[in-house]
T-cell receptor, first 116, second 111 residues
Framework: ETGVTQTPRHLVMGMTNKKSLKCEQHLGHNAMYWYKQSAKKPLELMFVYNFKEQTENNSVPSRFSPECPNSSHLFLHLHTLQPEDSALYLC???????????????FGAGSRLTVL | DQQVKQNSPSLSVQEGRISILNCDYTNSMFDYFLWYKKYPAEGPTFLISISSIKDKNEDGRFTVFLNKSAKHLSLHIVPSQPGDSAVYFCAARAWENQFYFGTGTSLTVIP
């Protein structure tokens, strides 16, 4: 158990569907991240929330919409996706302050998304 | 443009020998470096890190070396064990919130 839980673990959706990915952490961390992992590519930073405020949006298409209602929960809302959006979506959290522990991202197991 | 590069997609090592995984970076503003390990169907897990003010950090069988002039990072695992077989990602931090990752190196430790 990594302390960061992602649901669903697998998702198949059509291009016209609307779905959401959920991430939850109870580590007392203050920063939460969405990363995208595609085959043979580095993990791509998508969004960062720090104390519920979005601090980074790495030029992500608007068909991906993040939501962070509190420091423990992070969502990624998906709509009108394309087949090339199929990937592993990883959520991570970070303490955000104080010592070396603040610099370590703790990842969830990921949500494997397939867009048909 | 990829700021963190792992040029070896795979590495095979005999059990008991040393595994050396390499990582290069381009951004001189990176101030903290990390290695993560990933098993199939799991998220990356933190392994070891090093601050840019140091050149070596050791934790048990794992040692990370940083050569800032060469913008090069390496992870040494000795002795290598079959359970070390996984994908290893190098990561670097810029500013407070941005972490950049390499493409990973798949390590296979042969019993």
């Amino acid at each position: 158990e990594t302390g960061v839980t992602q649901t669903p673990r697998h998702l198949v959706m059509g291009m016209t569907n609307k779905k959401s990915l959920k991430c939850e952490q109870h580590l007392g961390h203050n920063a939460m991240y969405w990363y995208k992992q595609s085959a043979k590519k580095p993990l791509e930073l998508m969004f960062v929330y720090n104390f519920k405020e979005q601090t980074e949006n790495n030029s992500v298409p608007s068909r991906f919409s993040p939501e962070c209602p509190n420091s423990s929960h992070l969502f990624l809302h998906l709509h009108t996706l394309q087949p090339e959006d199929s990937a592993l979506y990883l959520c991570a959290s970070r303490l955000g302050r104080g010592g070396d522990g603040a610099n370590v991202l703790t990842f969830g197991a990921g949500s494997r998304l397939t867009v048909l | 443009d990829q700021q963190v590069k792992q040029n070896s997609p795979s590495l095979s090592v005999q059990e008991g020998r040393i595994s050396i995984l390499n990582c290069d970076y381009t951004n001189s503003m990176f101030d903290y470096f990390l290695w993560y390990k990933k098993y199939p169907a799991e998220g990356p897990t933190f392994l070891i890190s090093i601050s840019s003010i140091k050149d070596k950090n050791e934790d048990g069988r794992f040692t990370v070396f940083l050569n800032k002039s060469a913008k090069h990072l390496s992870l040494h695992i000795v002795p290598s064990q079959p359970g070390d077989s996984a994908v290893y990602f190098c990561a670097a931090r810029a500013w407070e919130n941005q972490f950049y990752f390499g493409t990973g190196t798949s390590l296979t430790v042969i019993p």
